[in-house]
């Protein structure tokens, strides 16, 4: 089998452009991980899509831990600080009692004008 020259020198065409670069210099282009068999050069070189691969690498995340161990403070975390602290014992604010508890609440109107 023959060898090639070492092609140090050699001028190449852009396949894309037209335009003449040292045949070093020309990049293969590439399209879905695949050789098209253009050589083109730096300026007219576009890095493969990482969108067209979809399906070729894993994407499945998983939703939910097996037999986990949450935090036990977290539940006391989340509980309704607003009406728990004062409700029938002594707290830091004093002796309460659902006797001495008053809520008050309004109703209004609202009226929205758009011209």
């Known amino acids: 089998m023959a060898d090639y020259a070492s092609a140090k020198h050699a001028i190449g065409i852009c396949d894309r452009c037209g335009f ?8 293969w ?6 050789r098209t068999g253009y050589r083109v050069c730096y300026e007219c070189f576009d890095h493969d899509q990482p969108q067209l691969q ?3 690498m894993d994407v499945s995340d998983a939703i939910a831990i097996r ?16 009406w728990d602290p004062i409700g029938g014992w002594d707290s830091t ?13 309004k109703i209004g109107r609202l009226t929205v004008t758009t011209t």
Request: proline fraction near 9%.
């Open 93 to 105: 604010y004093g002796p309460s009692d659902l006797n001495n508890m008053v809520m008050q609440g």
């Open 29 to 34: 282009e590439i399209y879905d991980q695949h």
């Open 67 to 82: 037999d986990p161990r949450p935090d036990p403070s977290l539940q006391a975390s989340r509980r309704l600080s607003s």
């Open 54 to 56: 979809l399906g070729k």
């Open 20 to 27: 003449e670069y040292k045949l070093k210099e020309l990049r």
